[in-house]
């Protein structure tokens, strides 16, 4: 007879709090929303809590934070957490529904230290986010060896199909040094594994 | 001062243990992994707990059973909780391991009811497991009403090139008539919002 748990828990890095602790509750530009994103995938990589990526979601229109998210692939052990799956995980945990975009909500977005790799594209219509927003490009990402998987080369034209809007390039350097940094000093490339 | 949960809990569906137990440790067959795949799928429907999809990872070899998962968007709350992603976080956190195809560890593969959508199939190659096996298309899938995502045609191709193997049409009938059933029981269509 197979055995599975009944119950899943994952552990958020302790260091999370005191750094939300140092910002407002409302960020009212991209950059200022970018920049905290930015500055948590440093932390992540200082912190040995993960990758060089971070994602938060943010009440479109009024800046609000609902989650910030960092990639927990290597501490937790679990592939799927990227940083934008744990944002949006997080932000719905704290809403209390599957659907960001659902009835009576404000409109949400999703704003990215990197342009996402196949998974975290695939779960951005999912989630209800009407907007994405992205810092560095995945040629940024794949410049340091991170494969970003099997992904379309149409995400952009497929998301706003879907009525989601894309907007790229938003403290793209600051993102790309933090991307370097991580391949400078020697951090792990946990990749799927190319054929020949 | 942004707030948000240092832990997250999820739950397992409580009829996944008792449905278990009915079965072996292993699964010779192809044939045997995917009906009891399908067979959760079915129960996840008529239990009220998510979507018409189940998905399991198995040892490739002795065909043991590592872990069953279910869709659980509607009752966990959260979008990203499709079947797929359900298997690879328990199997990881049995193995105590984000790689499945990691150093001395067997090959492992996916069996899922229907081929992935776009946020599953690129969770795949992140996931370490060398085969997927499917039962139903994306084409039956979408012809319920499921969107399946921004997936790249190309999908199988990709995949092989990183090392997995793609065996569809798997029990495809049954796998089928769980979501024909569905349809015609009125089960909710969550998508993502298609323009025009």
Same mark, same amino acid.
């Not at 599975?4 to 709090?17: A, D, N, Y």
């Not at 594209?121 to 995945?138: E, F, K, N, Y």
């Given at each position: 007879m197979?055995?599975?748990?009944?119950?899943?828990?994952?552990?958020?890095?302790?260091?999370?709090?005191?750094?939300?602790?140092r910002y407002p509750a409302h960020f009212p530009s991209l950059e200022a929303r970018m920049s905290l994103v930015i500055e948590a995938a440093r932390l992540n990589v200082t912190n040995a809590t993960g990758g060089p990526f971070a994602a938060a979601v943010f009440e479109t229109g009024s800046g609000k934070l609902l989650s910030l998210g960092v990639?927990?692939?290597?501490?937790?052990?679990?592939?799927?957490?990227?940083?934008e799956m744990v944002a949006l995980v997080l932000a719905q945990t704290k809403l209390g529904?599957?659907?960001?975009? @659902?009835? @009576?909500?404000?409109?949400? %977005?999703?704003?990215?230290?990197?342009?996402?790799c196949a998974m975290c594209?695939?779960?951005?219509?999912?989630?209800?986010?009407?907007?994405?927003?992205?810092?560095?490009?995945?040629g940024d990402v794949r410049a340091i060896g991170f494969?970003? @998987?099997?992904?379309?080369? %149409?995400?952009?034209?497929e998301l706003e199909q879907r009525g989601?809007?894309?907007?790229?390039?938003?403290?793209r350097d600051a993102a790309i040094r933090v991307l370097r940094d991580y391949s400078l000093g020697g951090g792990?490339?946990?990749?799927?594994r190319e054929q020949g």
């Open positions: 197979p055995f599975q748990p009944s119950v899943l828990t994952i552990q958020f890095p302790e260091w999370i709090h005191p750094f939300l602790r990639n927990l692939v290597t501490s937790a052990g679990l592939s799927i957490l990227h940083a529904s599957y659907d960001l975009g @659902g009835p @009576g909500l404000p409109a949400h %977005e999703l704003v990215t230290s990197a342009e996402p594209l695939g779960a951005i219509p999912w989630s209800g986010v009407r907007r994405l927003v992205t810092g560095a490009r995945d494969d970003e @998987g099997p992904k379309t080369a %149409e995400w952009r034209a989601i809007a894309v907007i790229r390039d938003v403290e792990t490339i946990y990749n799927s």
